[in-house]
């Protein structure tokens, strides 16, 4: 595709719900990058690949998320038991190089609401 | 761990004035500098960058200097106008500041 594309575009869960968050990265992008912005906030990073595999997942921020990218494209995040804290945008981006060398392009974001 | 630290917003400025937004960082090696801009309405997209010690970014009128030795990247632009307002993150690797928001009066 032409850019970044992530969906949904907004979510709207209760709390303690699982949810999906999926990210379809340039093509040809090795390098993907999941962040969450607050409000007012920059974006926090979360976890990038390199590839299939996590190269760095130091920034999630516990056990109830988790991140995939099986064929080295399409990635999705996962919530579990979400909490009202984890109400925010989340981002993806990909680049061509190794996170930190690279620019980096970003989806529009998935808006995600916990009630 | 890295860190980084923007100047913090709201900056107002009347068009063509002068602008600095300053951003100093904290890193492991000599990691590549990135300004990424948002504007309203849009998701972020890169500005410019700078790649090793010394470099300058340039884009849109807009420039920012890699200074290794004060461990900065200040934003820089001589004249803004009214359609540079926006937020702007300062970004060495990874770690994102806090974003700076633009406001230019006509």
């Known amino acids: 595709g032409a850019g970044v594309s992530q969906t949904p575009s907004n979510k709207v869960t209760e709390k303690g719900k699982y949810v999906e968050l999926r990210c379809d990265p340039i093509s040809g992008h090795t390098a993907l990058y999941w962040y969450r912005q607050s409000l007012g906030q920059g974006p926090e990073f979360l976890i990038y690949?390199?590839?299939?595999?996590?190269?760095?997942d130091s920034g999630l921020p516990n056990d109830r998320f988790f991140a995939v990218r099986p064929e080295g494209s399409v990635s999705t995040l996962k919530i579990q038991r979400t909490e009202r804290g984890d109400s925010a945008v989340y981002l993806c981006?990909?680049?061509?190089?190794?996170?930190?060398?690279?620019?980096?392009?970003f989806g529009p974001g998935t808006r995600l609401t916990v009630l | 761990g890295n860190s980084v630290t923007q100047m913090e917003g709201p900056v107002t400025l009347s068009e063509e004035a002068f602008l600095t937004i300053n951003c100093t960082y904290t890193a492991t090696g000599y990691p590549s500098l990135f300004w990424y801009v948002q504007y309203p309405g849009e998701g972020l997209q890169l500005l410019l960058k700078a790649t090793k010690a010394d470099d300058k970014g340039s884009n849109k009128g807009f420039e920012a200097t890699y200074r290794k030795e004060t461990t900065s990247f200040h934003l820089e632009k001589g004249s803004v106008q009214v359609s540079d307002s926006a937020v702007y993150f300062c970004?060495?690797?990874?770690?994102f500041g806090q974003g700076t928001t633009l406001q230019v009066k006509p």
């Open positions: 981006a990909s680049s061509l190089w190794l996170a930190g060398a690279g620019e980096q392009f």
């Open positions: 970004a060495p690797k990874l770690i």
């Open positions: 690949f390199q590839g299939t595999g996590a190269a760095d």
